[in-house]
């Protein structure tokens, strides 16, 4: 992540104390959970490298170093390319497992 990702948050936020300044009440709300292609190589990538990522949490802690290298794997070989692209469509479809997957991968990350 890199600070562009902040973006719309700080631009919510100031938005929001303007608001409160003018006497409005302001219910603050930040979306956490960007389903782009890279969520689909993460999980992919997981249940390739975990199969039995459900009932052993696999050790993602160094998400850089893991992210680095599903990419790697992502630019090198179309067929892993195509997955991470169908597996995100998966998530965006609310397919249980992609969800389950997605859902431990955002916890490793805060």
């Known amino acids: 992540m890199h600070v562009g990702h902040l973006r719309s948050t ?26 782009g292609t890279q969520f689909g190589m993460l999980i ?13 949490l696999p050790d993602i802690k160094d998400l850089d170093s893991y992210y680095k290298a599903a ?9 892993f390319k195509k997955l991470s692209q169908e597996t995100v469509i998966r998530l ?9 997957a997605w859902k431990m991968i955002c916890s490793v990350s805060r």
């Open 10 to 35: 700080i631009i919510g936020e100031s938005v929001s104390r303007i608001l409160e300044f003018l006497g409005h009440d302001v219910v603050r709300a930040n979306h956490i959970g960007d389903w």
């Open 44 to 56: 992919a990538y997981m249940k390739e490298t975990y199969p039995d990522y459900e009932k052993q």
């Open 71 to 79: 990419r790697n794997r992502f630019d090198s070989d179309p067929a």
């Open 92 to 100: 965006q479809a609310y397919d249980e497992d992609c969800i389950k």
